[in-house]
């Protein structure tokens, strides 16, 4: 496990900060929705020009598919610790 593997994320389905993998778009650990790591991209102004995962900060976003599987808690208490 590195550091750089992992970020915190705002959860809006579930109004939660949770841990997620850094890369592709993991399930949120508290409610299960898809949630991408905006964070490791955002530019200084905390905006997201282009989402490589395809995000479009709306409604739509709820149905993007799931690409890693759900961390395990010692992976989610890593990230936490880390961040």
Not at 53 to 69: K, L, M, Q, S, V
Request: hydrophobic fraction near 30%; include cysteine.
């Amino acid at each position: 496990m590195k550091p750089e593997d992992y970020t915190v994320e705002y959860c809006p389905y579930c109004d939660q900060e949770v841990a997620i993998r850094s890369k592709g778009i993991t399930a949120c650990p508290e409610c299960g929705k898809p949630l991408a790591p905006c964070s490791v991209c955002f530019d200084e102004e905390r905006h997201c020009s282009t989402c490589p995962y395809g995000c479009h900060e709306n409604a739509e976003d709820e149905f993007i598919p799931i690409t890693n599987p759900p961390m395990a808690e010692d992976k989610i208490i890593f990230a936490w610790a880390n961040s």
